[in-house]
């Protein structure tokens, strides 16, 4: 059987590699290996067209197992994760491909603490695909949830810890790349006093994530320059990661937000441990900031769900990736765009000072990045790595440092080099992406 669980659940090009019947499949194998006595799940979507045929698939997997579904609607994927606990359900699912273009769909189970799945729980939701199954005693209910968007909302302003905490006088680009936020995070920062401009808040599922949102910061630059505003802010297709803009253009990434947020807790002494987990590719800027501050560092292989388990054993409070998913421990158990751009505001307001001024502070060394797309991801297993990552670091001469990996959920090698100087960095970066790319099957 071919695998079907990746680096962030399942994920393929609608109808083609994702169909319904595959959907109704795994929700009936989750049923069977992670509910076998029964349960509640909710299902949420982002805006892809493909959203509701897979949705309805789903709900009628887990319905013909006898498990009740409550149906989100288009809602952010964090959004699961708060419904799952304030619902008492027992599972969550959610229908996005993230930042992946429109044609991608992707599907990913929470479990009751709103964790996604660990690895082991998807393998034995993979393994039960195909297997007989006894019919259920029962049929489960499909019932819409009630003001779920509103709920999440509500949930994401209270998480304000200050009593003095108003936004006027800000005025915020909010790019919510036509995917899930777009009906949520305007609104909320309206609720914080800040005048916004809304950029891509359309539910629109044939543009989700094109030329636009946190993988596409260019629109959301050339509004906040255009507009004079404050703070660009930019989220993906399902609202799980965030980018920031500053008022002069400026990038303010995952790992600006972890150093503002470390040592704005450890202030304030809420920073217990005095730890904080990243991924192998946060900067070394950044863990060399932190460590001059007494605040130690952890990293894990690239994504979140890393972060959450390196999180949970370690008893970090704060953690993320510089792509933009943060974790605030203390909030949510996964990462938020829109509570991660939450709490960077009220940290500035508090601060007295704009987050440009506040993420200047954490240096970063210069980082250049390819993604060499391949003809399948078998293709990008196959490419010989280690070799190509040998001779890029042998030109870096211990200036810096090289990650070359296959995509989770994509057919590509991503190719990452850091080192004390642009032009090394960008240099090393384009021969090594050569390399990868001369190394794959003609």
Same mark, same amino acid.
């Given at each position: ?8 659940? @399942?994920?393929?090009v609608?109808?083609?590699?994702? @169909?319904p019947e ?11 290996? %992670? ?9 949420g979507?982002d ?26 609607g288009?809602?952010?994927t *964090? ?6 606990k ?9 229908l996005?491909a ?18 996604? %799945?660990s ?15 006894? *019919?259920?005693?029962g049929?489960?209910?499909i ?6 968007a509103?709920r999440?909302?509500?949930? %994401?302003?209270?998480t304000?810890?200050?009593d ?8 915020l ?30 539910? +629109?599922?044939?543009?989700?994530n ?13 509004? @906040? ?17 965030v ?11 995952g ?7 470390a040592?704005?807790?450890a ?6 441990? *005095? ?26 292989p690239?994504? +979140?769900r890393?972060?959450?388990q ?25 990462? +938020?765009?829109?509570?991660t751009?939450?709490q960077l ?10 987050l440009?001024?506040?993420a200047?502070?954490v ?8 993604n060499?797309?391949c ?30 990996r296959p ?13 004390e ?22």
């Amino acid at each position: 059987m071919t695998q079907r669980f990746g680096t962030d659940g @399942v994920r393929g090009v609608a109808n083609e590699d994702l @169909v319904p019947e595959l959907a109704l499949a795994l929700a009936r194998s989750a049923a069977a290996s %992670l509910l076998p006595r029964g349960g509640r799940v909710i299902v949420g979507r982002d805006s892809r067209t493909s959203g509701p045929m897979l949705e309805a698939a789903l709900a009628a997997g887990f319905s013909s197992a006898g498990i009740d579904v409550g149906l989100a609607g288009i809602i952010p994927t *964090p959004a699961i994760s708060f419904l799952i606990k304030d619902e008492g359900a027992d599972l969550g699912a959610v229908l996005s491909a993230s930042h992946n273009p429109p044609e991608d769909n992707g599907i990913k189970f929470f479990g009751k603490d709103g964790q996604k %799945l660990s690895v082991e729980e998807e393998e034995r939701v993979e393994s039960a695909l195909g297997l007989d199954w006894p *019919p259920a005693r029962g049929i489960g209910r499909i019932e819409t949830i009630d003001v779920a968007a509103t709920r999440y909302a509500a949930f %994401l302003t209270g998480t304000i810890e200050s009593d003095d905490v108003d936004l006027s006088g800000l005025t915020l680009v909010v790019d919510c790349a036509y995917g899930a936020t777009g009906p949520i995070a305007p609104r909320v920062f309206r609720h914080l006093g800040a005048h916004v401009i809304e950029l891509h808040t359309e539910t +629109d599922g044939t543009r989700i994530n094109v030329g636009c949102g946190s993988t596409h910061l260019d629109s959301v630059r050339e509004a @906040v320059l255009r507009q004079h505003a404050d703070l660009g802010i930019a989220f993906d297709g399902d609202g799980d990661r965030v980018l920031l803009v500053s008022s002069h253009g400026q990038t303010i990434d995952g790992d600006h937000v972890i150093g503002i947020a470390a040592t704005h807790r450890a202030r304030r002494g809420g920073l217990r441990p *005095p730890l904080v987990v990243t991924t192998v590719l946060s900067n070394l800027g950044l863990e060399h900031f932190l460590r001059d501050r007494g605040i130690g560092t952890i990293r894990t292989p690239v994504g +979140d769900r890393h972060v959450a388990q390196a999180m949970r054993t370690h008893g970090a409070r704060l953690g993320g990736e510089p792509s933009g998913h943060v974790i605030f421990a203390d909030h949510a158990p996964t990462g +938020d765009g829109i509570l991660t751009a939450v709490q960077l505001l009220e940290i500035a307001h508090e601060a007295g000072e704009s987050l440009e001024c506040l993420a200047a502070a954490v240096p970063l060394y210069p980082q250049s990045h390819e993604n060499v797309p391949c003809p399948s991801m078998d293709a990008a297993r196959a490419v010989p790595l280690e070799e190509i990552t040998r001779r890029a670091e042998a030109k870096l001469a211990g200036r810096g440092r090289v990650i070359l990996r296959p995509s989770g959920t994509q057919p590509m090698v991503r190719v990452f080099v850091e080192a004390e100087e642009r032009k090394l960095a960008d240099t090393v970066c384009q021969e090594a992406a050569r390399a990868v790319a001369a190394s794959l099957p003609r």
